[in-house]
């Protein structure tokens, strides 16, 4: 046993940080080499050792925090700062597809027609799927919420429940969104306005699926007995990228859907 | 990998069903509480769990807490707790200073500060394991 007369978690050597790297690097070369030689193989070489780092990384952090006791009070405030400060980064990444929406829409120029919508775009009706897709995001708010609090009180067929019935509305949130991708009357291709409105809520909707993913990987370990009433960082930080997939979401509606039709 | 995680999460829960049929109450699983959701009374373990015991009897072997405040003086002097037979001691002498004046902490009787002068004495503890 260690002997230390601090609570910080002095971690072990890990190679999955250089597994990551060499992942990172044969999917950004794999781009290159699929882009001019029509090959995927080294990307996607890169993006099952991605998969492999990712779920042997947070393996390995379950078994520090739950099973080995490292994650003592001042270590959970380190890994609240970092969820804080990584869901801070997402919202900048975001801001600058909204920046780029608006800097096209607020002055639409001449080859656009002069007009936002473009000439010959015709929008999504705000009011259709979109609006349903906003009623789902936003219940799945309130039950992701409702897990936590069972959570919190010992509940836990509650919270198994609960949090099982926000990932199928995640799910839901996709399937919703994939119908309206396939029924579109216009493509990515189809100037600014494809180009915007499939960039943002393609992004949005990839954040979905990692939301939803993290989400059940949650529900998997609270079946599992992970979560103790007071301690169950792993959920509280699934919950708080969820509610920021919500809110992006909202942002999407109000401005692309509403204001943008 | 995930298939086998959900499979084996699966199992575990509907193994708890077909024994709670069986069984008036589920076995080992969930005595945590009656409604299914341990606390870290029962499942903390390793250096949480000391750390979370200690601090349920008042003590701080691990540093965790803000270190309580002294006078300073003779007669209250800064008590700095220690494992061994010395210590880093770092004195902010006064508010918002921005040097701050760093010695060596002795075991034995209090030490004064070089700059300010504010008395500390370092009191042992055993390294907690």
């Known amino acids: ?18 597994t990551g790297a060499v992942a990172a690097l044969l999917m950004t070369s794999g781009l290159a080499i699929w882009f001019h030689f029509h090959s995927t193989t080294l990307m996607g070489l890169g993006m099952a050792l991605l998969l492999l780092t990712m779920y042997q ?4 952090i379950i078994r520090e925090g739950t099973f080995q006791g490292h994650h003592t009070p001042p270590v959970q405030k380190g890994l609240r700062y970092g969820m804080i400060l990584f869901i801070t980064s997402e919202v900048f990444f975001f801001l600058g597809f909204f920046w780029a929406f608006y800097h096209s829409s607020l002055a639409p120029t001449p080859e656009l ?39 919190m009180e010992g509940e ?18 996709t399937f919703l969104q994939a119908m309206e991708y396939y029924e579109a009357p216009f493509t990515i291709a189809d100037g600014v306005y494809g180009a915007t409105f499939f960039v943002a809520t393609g992004f949005h909707g990839l954040h979905v699926i990692i939301g939803s993913t993290f989400l059940a990987i949650c529900l998997l370990r609270q079946i599992q007995y992970h979560f103790t009433s007071e301690h169950h960082f792993g959920f509280e930080a699934a919950a708080w990228y969820w509610h920021f997939v919500d809110v992006v979401w909202l942002f999407l509606y109000i401005s692309i859907y509403w204001w943008g039709s | 990998m995930a298939g086998r995680l959900l499979l084996r999460a699966c199992t575990t829960t509907t193994t708890l069903q077909l024994r709670s049929s069986v069984v008036a109450r589920p076995l080992h699983r969930a005595i945590a509480t009656a409604k299914g959701v341990p606390t870290d009374e029962e499942q903390a373990t390793g250096l949480e769990r000391r750390a979370l015991q200690a601090l349920k009897h008042g003590k701080d072997p691990y540093s965790m807490l803000k270190p309580k405040e002294y006078a300073g003086t003779k007669e209250d002097p800064h ?51």
């Open chain 1, 57 to 60: 990384w947070w393996r390995d």
């Open chain 1, 156 to 173: 836990r067929k509650q919270a198994i429940q609960s949090l099982a019935l926000t990932i199928l509305l995640g799910f839901y949130f």
């Open chain 1, 113 to 151: 027609g002069g007009c936002w919508p473009p000439t010959g775009i015709t929008p999504l009706d705000p009011f259709e799927v979109p609006l349903l897709n906003t009623a789902v995001l936003l219940a799945s708010g309130v039950t992701v919420t409702w897990a936590h609090h069972s959570i």
């Open chain 2, 79 to 129: 008590i700095v707790p220690g494992i061994g037979p010395k210590r880093l001691v770092g004195c902010l002498c006064e508010e918002d200073n921005t040097a701050i004046v760093w010695f060596w902490l002795h075991e034995g009787d209090a030490q004064r500060c070089p700059s300010c002068g504010s008395h500390y004495q370092l009191v042992h503890h055993e390294l907690p394991h």
């Open chain 1, 1 to 18: 046993m260690a002997h230390q007369a601090h609570a910080y978690h002095m971690v072990d050597p890990s190679p999955w940080p250089l």
